[in-house]
Each structure stands twice: as structure tokens, then as C-alpha cells.
């Protein structure tokens, strides 16, 4: 079935410095979603891309699809403590409804 | 943004009994809501798609007697663990898909606060 690799698994920066997760996916997607989750709580919506080599910023979020719809990154410029939590990718493949979440990569901000 | 509650928020039963778990979209219509179960510091691993006035779809290795799922309106879809075990513990999230437009690469998933299960 298919699958969804999230890189790196943790990640610990300064604050100030930039951070950026790699999404993977062993098929092509149709479109691909991210989703933040901090500690304790649910996943939060934070965007959709469906094109092709898509690039969405969201201040200082920036998310980018690939040119095959088979990766992403999510890429935060200037990192700061509400940054905090874990960051998920999930990518639906052809007309089905369902999303398949990536591994998740989870970011430590120290002040 | 859309809102999504759960009920209960937490839940701890002994070994053998059924624990019923809501998920109800409360300021939209959801024709699809999803359940997922997230295992510690683990992704979200989908369990069922559930669309109002059908069967609910499952996903491979999911056991469709002991996850009894029931969407029986627009905003309420139901997960029953029957016959809980202590491998049943977990945090389970169910989501619910809000229409933007006619096809679905323009919806987008609203989550639940989720349930934590403890099964004794």
C-alpha cells in the first residue's frame, strides 16, 4: 500500500534558526495536505497543495509540492516557540477520499 | 474554522466491555468523517471512512465486528470498541471532511479533540 516517509524524525533548532521537514511518498498524490499537532492535542489543517511544483506561503511557512506529486516540504523561516509540535504530511492518491499521514516530524524550538 | 467535538474526551473501562466513542460536527454538514488511532509519539493510522447513510469502509487489518462504526446523520458518526482489550488502548481522532467544493482537491479535514482510551 502506500506509504509516507517524513524526514528528519526530530529536529531541534534555536529559535531564530530556519527548519525544514521532507515529505515522501511511494506513489504519486493527487494532492498532498499538512497538518500541525502540538503536544497533547489533535492536527490542525494548515494547507493543501494539488499542483504540480506548487509553492504556498503562509507567513513564515513556506510549503512546496514536487514537480513528480510525489514529495513535499514544509520549510519555517525564523523559528519561534509556538512553532512547537509535530508536523505531518498526508497525500491522497487518485479519487479516493482517504489520506495517508506521513511518519510526522516533530520540532523542538529551544529559547 | 470548523468545529469538531468528541465525546468523551477520556474513557478508562475495564477488559470485556463496549465503549462508545461520538464525533459530531457542529457547525457543518460532514458526509464523510473519518476514524484514526494515533499510538504514542506514532502518526495517525486511518482506520474506517464513514459516509452518512452507508456502510462504513475499512481499512486493511481493521476488524469491522470490533470497530462498529455508525454515521447516522449529517453531523453525528459513532466508533464502538466492543469487547475492549488493553491492546485496544489509544487515542483515537476521528475527522470530519468539509465540501469546498466539487471535488475533493479542494476539501479539507477538520480534526476532533480525540478520545483517550485506557482499557484496564
Known amino acids: 500500500g502506500q506509504q509516507v516517509m517524513q524526514i528528519p524524525q526530530y529536529q531541534h533548532v534555536q529559535e531564530g534558526e530556519d527548519f525544514t521537514t521532507y515529505c515522501n511518498s511511494s506513489t504519486t498524490l493527487s494532492n498532498i495536505q499538512w497538518y500541525k499537532q502540538r503536544p497533547g492535542g489533535h492536527p490542525v489543517f494548515l494547507i493543501q497543495l494539488v499542483k504540480s511544483g506548487e509553492v504556498k506561503k503562509q507567513k513564515r511557512l513556506t510549503f512546496q509540492f514536487g514537480e513528480a506529486k510525489k514529495n513535499s516540504s514544509l520549510h519555517i523561516t525564523a523559528t519561534q516557540t509556538t512553532d512547537v509540535g509535530t508536523y505531518f504530511c498526508a497525500g491522497r492518491s487518485g479519487g479516493y477520499q482517504k489520506v495517508t499521514f506521513g511518519t510526522g516530524t516533530k520540532l523542538q524550538v529551544i529559547p | 474554522g470548523a468545529v469538531v467535538s468528541q465525546h468523551p474526551s477520556r474513557v478508562i473501562c475495564k477488559s470485556g466491555t463496549s465503549v462508545k466513542i461520538e464525533c459530531r460536527s457542529l457547525?457543518?454538514?460532514?458526509?464523510?468523517m473519518f476514524w484514526y488511532r494515533q499510538f504514542p509519539k506514532q502518526s495517525l493510522m486511518l482506520m474506517a471512512t464513514?459516509?452518512?447513510?452507508?456502510?462504513?469502509?475499512?481499512e486493511q487489518g481493521v476488524e469491522k465486528d470490533k470497530f462498529l462504526i455508525n454515521h447516522a446523520s449529517l453531523t453525528l458518526s459513532t466508533l464502538t470498541v466492543t469487547s475492549a482489550h488493553p491492546e485496544d488502548s489509544s487515542f483515537y481522532i476521528c475527522?470530519?471532511?468539509?465540501?469546498?467544493?466539487?471535488?475533493?482537491?479542494?476539501?479539507?479535514?477538520?480534526f476532533g479533540p480525540g478520545t483517550r482510551l485506557t482499557v484496564l
Open positions: 475527522s470530519a471532511r468539509a465540501l469546498s467544493g466539487r471535488d475533493y482537491s479542494t476539501d479539507t479535514q477538520y
Open positions: 464513514s459516509n452518512e447513510g452507508s456502510k462504513a469502509t475499512y
Open positions: 457547525d457543518f454538514q460532514a458526509t464523510t
